[in-house]
Structure formats: C-alpha cells, structure tokens
Nanobody
Framework: QEQLVESGGGLVQAGGSLRLSCAAS????????VAWYRQAPGKQRDLVAR???????YYADSMKGRFTISRDKAKNTVYLQMNSLKPEDTAVYYC??????????WGQGTQVTVSS
C-alpha cells in the first residue's frame, strides 16, 4: 500500500503563490487518479483538483485559472501550483487516491494559510 506525504504549505499573503507536493512511496500513476483535497476549519473536505492515469485533469470551479495540478512520474510526485491565493483558500490540503479514500485513510496534510 502506497504512502503519500504532502508538503509545501505555509503562510502567504493574498495574491501570492505556493507549490504543494504529494510524494508517493511507490508508483501511483496506474491508479485511477490522484487528487488534491482541502479542508478548512469547521468545513467538509472538498475536492480541489484531480489528475487521472491518462493525464486528464479536473479542477473545482473556484480553482480554475489559479491552480495547476501536474505530475512527475520519475519522482512519483504530484504537484499543486497555487497562484493568486485568496484568504478563502486557507485550509489543510491533502492528496489521495481512490484505494486510500475507500479506506478513509488520509495523511497529515499540509497547512496553507493566506493572509489578507
């Protein structure tokens, strides 16, 4: 079973950028998809972006044009480039895959805080 470790979060001012990384212990690119989610305090965890095994990409509406999901197969890593950050983007960001989601298995995530 693969392990996923998120990193790259931090404190940034509104309008700034961050790049999150999701490093897998093994190859994850034959799995249906790898996705980024986020959860703000007191709110449910929401899908941010998803990249499928064939490279198809989906973004939640509020992220379109600002966030970019990509992958490096050689490094078993998926990235989330976040630009034009807003205070409402403040959340813990998680990456995950369907087998882990079905087991309700989540990593520690990485905190993103956007100040106004």
């Amino acid at each position: 079973q693969e392990q996923l470790v998120e990193s790259g979060g931090g404190l940034v001012q509104a309008g700034g950028s961050l790049r999150l990384s999701c490093a897998a212990s093994g190859s994850i690119f034959n799995i249906n998809f790898v996705a980024w989610y986020r959860q703000a305090p007191g709110k449910q965890r929401d899908l941010v972006a998803r990249i499928t095994s064939d490279g198809s990409i989906y973004y939640a509406d509020s992220m379109k044009g600002r966030f970019t999901i990509s992958r490096d197969k050689a490094k078993n890593t998926v990235y989330l480039q976040m630009n034009s950050l807003k205070p409402e983007d403040t959340a813990v960001y998680y990456c995950n895959t369907p087998p882990r989601i079905l087991r309700d298995s989540w990593g520690q995530g990485t905190q993103v805080t956007v100040s106004s």
